[in-house]
């Protein structure tokens, strides 16, 4: 059974930086790919950014530049680096999963994904 525990949110100023991470269990890494997510009270959940299976990333307009999504696969976690934080990047944070043979979709549609966190709250205020 696959579970994901996302870790590291909190609450922070405007132009602070956090790190999440995202703790994968149960599952094959190779060949799958992942993304971070996010949802605001009364707003759609969100994709931020992905990675997939090869490295490859993609990130969101509204993040570029100040988010990076890694993984370090010897520990099965996923990363996403938040710098610059703005106060409209206030949202529960979730790290999801999917999987395909060669694991290289990269999706910020979450219909793509099966599998999710429980998620972690980050508040930044201005």
């Known amino acids: 059974q696959v579970q994901l525990v996302e870790s590291g949110g909190g609450s922070v100023q405007a132009g602070g930086s956090l790190r999440l991470s995202c703790a994968v269990s149960?599952?094959?890494?190779?060949?799958?790919?992942m993304a971070w997510f996010r949802q605001a009270p009364d707003k759609e959940r969100e994709g931020v950014a992905a990675?997939?299976?090869?490295?490859?990333?993609r990130y969101a307009d509204s993040v570029k530049g100040r988010f990076t999504i890694s993984r370090d696969s010897a520990k099965n976690t996923l990363y996403l680096q938040m710098d610059n934080l703005k106060p409209e990047d206030t949202a529960m944070y979730y790290c999801?999963?999917?999987?395909?043979?060669?694991?290289?979709?990269?999706?910020?549609?979450?219909?793509?994904?099966?599998?999710w966190g429980q998620g972690t709250q980050v508040t930044v205020s201005s």
């Open positions: 990675i997939n299976s090869v490295g490859s990333t």
């Open positions: 999801a999963a999917g999987w395909r043979p060669d694991g290289l979709l990269l999706s910020l549609d979450r219909l793509d994904f099966g599998n």
């Open positions: 149960g599952y094959t890494y190779m060949g799958n790919y």
